[in-house]
């Protein structure tokens, strides 16, 4: 029996102070062991079966849910009616109405204690405005990059959680007006420089993907970050009652309801050729991005309940259950057809030639490089623990990788002063 003296619920109104806090559960803050793992939902009813797999992670912690807008309603769902599935010791959810409110030492302390953290639906600009660039940011992403415990968000808390996103500041964006102009001033995309989920690196997120259909808005995001940047793109989508739960390996499991209703997630990527850039992308013209019609390969995942489909970000080849589709614009107007995985080794940018390399992609008992002169070699766990470390590494030159644990690596090439860095797996 939940004793009352310490499992209470009661809201704390400080309208002045930029926040509102709702409480559920016991009062004494517990310290767990989570887990890493991240959950982006698509905007509609939270599924279940993902919200339970996020709450897993947590391991019986405290529950932070963080929004600009709305009330508790999330407290006794995740209180009470997942309950008989896994048990948390609080839920807190803290509406968050200010830059001010967001670094009240109230809310840096809830961040700082809470095992698991949720981003409501809303306005993503208010997050954006009110998270961005102070303390919260920077408890947020210590939650995540010192801590590794979960996080997730669903609608507007989705689409901040890559390392690229649209930010909605001047609103929301069709599919016709993006593919119209992609400079739009509609088309708003921040970068690097608010949340920070490694396995998200160079990833825009799109959500409520089938209502209205976004696939042409999400094609014109990925268009705009290859041509600003000179890099590949990728994204992930999802149709408003799905989720996409991903692992600290990068496995990304779609959950939804599949059959019944037609629920997919969506991953995209600029097709991994040596001619990747749109032909046009710039101000006042429609897009034209058409590479002999594979200018975006997309992995397009049917949700199931239990979670059966699955796509791996990690390498952004493998998946199960799903189909390959190719996107293309041309002169504004967008198609997609049936298409084939893109495959390719991992590229280092930003060094000479075509021929540095490091492979091969996902990788068993070595990884080998290609094209290397005395450059230095840095490789990270997903932990952030460094495993390997060669300040001068040259020629064709292998690294003994037996003793890796499975899982996600960030390997670090740097010369010349010019430094860049790619996700890759051990299987």
């Given amino acids: ?31 767990t062991n989570p887990s890493p793992g991240f959950c982006l939902m698509g905007g509609a009813t939270e599924h279940d079966n993902a919200m339970i797999w996020l709450l897993q992670k947590a391991n019986m912690g405290d529950i932070l849910i963080l929004r600009c807008s709305g009330s508790d309603g999330y407290n006794n769902y995740i209180y009470s009616d997942l309950s008989s599935q896994v048990t948390v010791n609080s839920v807190e959810t803290i509406v968050i109405t200010s830059a001010a409110g967001a670094i009240n030492p109230y809310v840096l302390n809830k961040v700082a204690n809470a095992e698991m953290i949720w981003f409501a639906g809303g306005d993503q600009y208010n997050y954006v405005s009110y998270f961005k660039d102070n303390a919260l940011e920077a408890a947020i992403n210590d939650h995540i990059n010192v801590k590794h415990y979960p996080i997730g968000g669903t609608s507007a808390g989705m689409a901040i959680l890559g390392d690229h996103y649209f930010s909605a500041q001047n609103g929301s964006v069709t599919s016709a007006t993006a593919l ?26 799109d959500t409520h993907f089938d209502n209205p259909d976004r696939k042409g808005r999400l094609a014109t995001f990925l268009a705009r970050i290859a041509t600003d940047e000179g890099i590949r793109s990728f994204g992930i989508a999802a149709n408003e009652y799905v989720a996409v739960c991903i692992d600290a390996t990068g496995k990304a499991i779609v959950y939804g309801d599949y059959p019944n209703y037609q629920e997919f997630a969506y991953f995209a990527q600029a097709n991994c050729t040596d001619s990747y850039l749109p032909e046009t992308c710039q101000e006042g013209s429609p897009l034209t991005w058409n590479q002999s019609g594979q200018a975006v390969k997309v992995y397009k995942v049917p949700g199931t309940n239990n979670g059966s489909n ?35 080794v991992l590229g280092i940018d930003d060094f000479d030639t075509n021929a540095l390399t490091v492979y091969p992609v996902p990788f068993d008992m070595e990884i080998h490089f290609n094209g290397l002169d005395k450059a230095a070699v840095t490789i990270m766990d997903s932990q952030g623990r460094k495993v390997y470390e060669n300040k001068s590494v040259s020629g064709n030159e292998s690294i003994d990788t037996s003793s890796f644990a499975s899982g996600i690596y960030i390997i670090s090439v740097e010369k010349n002063g010019k430094k860049s860095t790619r996700k890759i797996v051990r299987n």
């Fill in 1 to 31: 029996m939940k004793k009352a003296l310490l499992f209470i619920m009661f809201p704390i109104a400080l309208f002045s102070q930029g926040y509102t806090s709702y409480f559920t559960g016991n009062a004494i803050n517990v310290n």
């Fill in 310 to 344: 699955y796509f791996n970000i990690s390498d952004w080849q493998s998946g199960s259950g799903g189909t390959w589709e190719n996107w293309k614009a041309i002169n504004g107007v967008f198609s997609s057809t049936s298409g084939t995985a893109s495959t390719c």
């Fill in 180 to 205: 119209s102009n992609p400079y739009n001033p509609a088309v708003t995309i921040g970068a690097y420089d608010f949340i920070d989920i490694p396995l998200l690196n160079h990833t825009i997120t």
